[in-house]
């Protein structure tokens, strides 16, 4: 197991480790908590990591491979989380977590939308990881990335910001090199400008979903990393996602 993991597992899971050589796919979940999720949403969201951490741990085939992260951005600005914990800024230590050992934030809701700058994290994040992993000469499939907001991109005043647009060409070119599949969801009431924002980021994967299905867009994502495991087709994710935004998680079944 590589160092920079907590050299103990919780005792439910002593039984399983990282073998050296597994193949891992870091999964980063990019999360709005920013003031307009406070009360039931915010709740919702912690309901539904701490269901899909149980999950998670089951599924013995993601939990030899998926490593986990989370960004958020709201109250704290934007923050990389190793686990439950909040990482400081440029803390020499990576974020993603393998999964049987994942327990997930209890997170608060405040504060503004820094959802540029909490992409331009997770990308950073990922090649970190990457990078990590060549070194060590250990293999990986294409990082996911799931980005989850009810609002529109804001600076840290909290006033709207075109800045975004930049972001747009970086990850058409970053996707079409295949060097990670972003999903970028947008829950709750977001506007129309907002779906706009989301379009331009993930033209395949994007979504508007009525209220805040956080428990199933979490499944869709260990049902995206399955598929990833099995060297599936871009027509496999493309009708995973399908099933997803209609809410009909035919995976399952």
């Known amino acids: 197991m590589s160092s920079e993991y907590p050299p103990t597992l919780p005792a439910e899971y002593a039984d399983i480790e990282f073998e050296n050589n ?12 920013s003031s307009s999720m406070a009360g039931a949403p915010i709740q919702t969201l912690n309901n539904a990591l701490v269901e899909w951490t149980r999950e998670l741990h089951d599924d013995v085939a993601l939990s030899y491979s998926v490593e986990v992260a989370v960004v958020t951005f709201g109250g704290q600005g934007v923050a990389a989380w190793r686990g439950p914990q909040p990482l400081a800024p440029g803390a020499p230590v990576s974020p993603f977590v393998p999964a049987h050992m994942f327990r997930p934030p209890q997170l608060g809701a405040a504060g503004v939308t820094l959802m540029t700058e909490a992409l331009e994290l997770s990308m950073h994040i990922v090649a970190a990881r990457k990078a990590e992993l060549r070194a060590s000469g250990l293999q990986y499939y294409r990082p996911q990335i799931c980005l989850v907001t009810d609002g529109i991109p804001t600076d840290a005043t909290g006033r709207r910001t075109d800045s975004w647009h930049r972001l747009v060409p970086v990850l058409a070119e970053e996707q079409q090199a295949r060097r990670f599949r972003l999903y ?10 907002g779906e706009q924002v989301l379009r331009a980021f993930a033209p395949k994967f994007n979504a508007t979903i009525h209220g805040f299905p956080f428990r199933e867009l979490l499944q869709m994502m260990s049902a995206s990393a399955n598929a990833e495991q099995k060297g599936a087709g871009d027509e496999v994710f493309e009708k995973i996602f399908s099933q997803f935004k209609t809410q009909r998680p035919a995976w399952e079944s």
């Open 184 to 193: 970028a969801i947008g829950v709750g009431g977001i506007t129309d400008t």
């Open 22 to 33: 597994a193949q891992r796919l870091p999964l980063v979940l990019c999360l709005d908590t």
